[in-house]
């Protein structure tokens, strides 16, 4: 079984569009985070879910938005997309999040590429 | 701003001898500290954590850590061509929850 699955794994669309992507890890995990990987290869992080609560909130753009329905789950959607949201975007989730030694030690998912037309 | 730094390389090493690989970072206070490694299309994996100066050592991987001159690096011992990837540094800054990554650093082992 994968331990942080996240689909789709490809998404195209045009901009103005809303789209979604999805994040379910099964390792028990309290934290959840969603991470941006542009095309120099930075990986940034956007957002961190510490069992269902926003602990951190990355200047983003409002037009991203996540949810945590439960701790295992984090979802993200984005309204009316724009070329420069084309990006790889990577769930990841670790233990403990909530800082201290160890605690970002992260399991990160293949990863959704974002293709904005 | 907190910033974690890295050659972005490209780093070419020969088969068999040992890669090195340096990050600096920003916050003297940071805690914890870590190496990803990173194929090409592919995600991130964890392959070393440090949290002490000193070096650590896990089979071929070593890392070196020195808080007070604020760098971390990681050597490839006996480097093989399955190592070519892009390596990234992460750094949990001191009262933060979150991990800072470098630009990462593209090695190539040529065999």
């Known amino acids: 079984d994968t331990a942080v699955s996240q689909t789709p794994k490809y998404l195209v669309t045009q901009m103005g569009n809303d789209k979604s992507i999805k994040c379910e890890q099964n390792?028990?995990?309290?934290?959840m985070y969603w991470y941006k990987q542009d095309s120099k290869k930075f990986l940034k992080i956007m957002f961190s879910?510490?069992?269902?609560?926003?602990?951190i909130n990355e200047t983003v753009p409002n037009r991203f938005s996540p949810k945590s329905p439960d701790k295992a789950h984090l979802n993200l959607h984005i309204n009316s997309l724009e070329l420069g949201d084309s990006a790889v975007y990577f769930c990841?989730?670790?233990?403990?999040?909530?800082?201290?030694?160890?605690?970002?030690?992260?399991?990160f998912g293949a990863g959704s590429r974002l293709t904005v037309l | 701003q907190k910033e974690v730094e890295q050659n972005s390389g490209p780093l070419s090493v020969p088969e068999g001898a040992i890669a090195s690989l340096n990050c600096t970072y920003s916050?003297?206070?940071?805690?914890?500290f870590f190496w990803y490694r990173q194929y090409s299309g592919k995600s991130p994996e964890l392959i070393m954590s440090?949290?002490?100066?000193g070096d650590k050592e896990d089979g071929r991987f070593t890392a070196q850590l020195n808080k007070a001159s604020q760098y971390v690096s990681l050597l490839i011992r006996d480097s093989q061509p399955s190592d070519s990837a892009t390596y990234l540094c992460?750094?949990?800054?001191?009262?933060?929850?979150?991990?800072?990554f470098g630009t990462g650093t593209r090695l190539t082992i040529i065999p």
């Open positions: 992460a750094v949990n800054f001191f009262g933060n929850e979150k991990l800072t």
């Open positions: 879910y510490n069992n269902k609560e926003l602990i």
């Open positions: 916050d003297r206070g940071s805690q914890s």
């Open positions: 390792l028990g995990h309290d934290t």
């Open positions: 990841a989730s670790s233990q403990d999040g909530t800082g201290g030694p160890g605690a970002n030690v992260l399991t």
């Open positions: 440090i949290y002490s100066n």
